[in-house]
């Protein structure tokens, strides 16, 4: 059975034949028209509201629910005259690929260090005995008025639209001004299978500060062929970072975090279970980085989600990967912990 998600306006226009019409907004209030007895099909106009509703789907327990996520353009264009499918386009509509278990797959094996080296000393050491490529994903003002020599510049919003500048076969750190974006881009490229790349957390602020030298010559960027990826995988991170919005989901202070949380915003706590039970923000649950894709029935999608950690790095791979997965109602405390407990902020 094939769901279309899109608006019923969008439907109207065009829908592959067969479609029952089930826009995204109203899916919840109409799950009778989603059979759980035989294979089910979500598209949409090209990926994501289709992976958003596979993904809350399969929370409310559909495991025959797949997504298409070329979505009906390229359905649309792949008929031609004679009505014939391409082949990659039937391969996708049968892909039995679930974008949960995927990120689960990922987070539950995060090794020690969560994949960043947060000591300068130690960033500087890598830099001078491996060599590796560095990637500053601020903005492109960021970038030109100062960054480290030798790295070049991925704004985070167009990272899935420049893979052919990201090796996969050399070590790679990504940077940015202090750590969110830097941990964002993380997740997203080790989602799509990029496990040679790490992150400096202490970015762009905890280079500078420290007086180390900078740049301003622009670097450009080698072209490489681009690794292979999970296209529904890829989908689902484009649509993702294309559309994040000012800010990057971030409550940057103490008093944005108190604010939130005195208007309803749930804390999730993704540090240890050891570091949580030490002290942590009055009301919040704990939710280990590593078990998030594997604990989503802890984190509600009907009031305002923010995580936070010790100071921030931990936190930025959460949220990226609860809005792969499908949360919208999800920002991030950068500041972590350390900033709540040291500014006198309620703790249990």
Not at 212 to 225: C, D, F, G, H, I
Not at 229 to 255: H, K, Q, R, W
Not at 267 to 281: C, L, W
Not at 287 to 292: E, G, K, S
Request: with cysteine; charged share 20%; proline share 6%.
């Amino acid at each position: 059975m094939l769901v279309d998600v899109r608006e019923e306006k969008e439907y109207a226009d065009g829908a592959i034949t067969g479609a029952v019409s089930v826009p995204l907004r109203t899916l919840v209030q109409n799950l009778d028209q989603v059979p759980q007895d035989q294979p089910v099909v979500v598209y949409c106009a090209s990926g994501f509201r289709a992976a958003l509703a596979t993904a809350a789907l399969h929370e409310l327990g559909y495991a025959n629910v797949r997504s298409f996520p070329p979505g009906y353009g390229a359905w649309e264009a792949a008929q031609g005259e004679a009505g014939d499918v391409p082949a990659e386009v039937a391969q996708a509509v049968e892909s039995d690929f679930a974008i949960v278990p995927a990120v689960d797959a990922f987070m539950s094996n995060i090794p020690e260090g969560y994949l960043a080296v947060g000591k300068l000393d130690a960033f500087k050491e890598i830099i001078e005995t491996v060599n590796p490529l560095l990637i500053d994903v601020r903005e492109e003002s960021e970038y030109a008025e100062g960054h480290i020599a030798g790295a070049i510049n991925i704004p985070l919003r167009t990272l899935t639209q420049n893979l052919d500048k990201i090796p996969a076969d050399q070590p790679v750190f990504i940077y940015c001004a202090s750590g969110l974006r830097a941990g964002t881009a993380l997740t997203a490229l080790q989602l799509l299978g990029y496990d040679n790349v790490k992150s400096f957390p202490g970015g762009w602020k905890a280079w500078s500060a420290a007086g180390e030298a900078a740049s301003t010559e622009a670097v450009a960027a080698a072209t490489v062929t681009p690794k292979e990826v999970n296209p529904e995988m890829l989908a689902a991170v484009d649509e993702f970072l294309v559309n994040i919005p000012e800010g990057y989901f971030s409550l940057g202070t103490v008093e944005k975090m108190v604010e939130a949380v005195d208007n309803g915003a749930v804390p999730v706590d993704v540090r240890e279970t050891s570091e949580y039970g030490e002290g942590h923000i009055a009301g919040a649950i704990s939710v280990p980085l590593r078990t998030v894709a594997a604990a989503l029935d802890s984190i509600p999608k009907d009031k305002p989600v923010v995580v936070y950690c010790a100071s921030g790095h931990r936190a930025s791979l959460a949220n990226a990967a609860l809005h792969i997965m499908g949360y919208t109602n999800v920002r991030v405390f950068p500041p972590g912990y350390g900033a709540w407990e040291a500014a006198g902020g309620a703790t249990e």
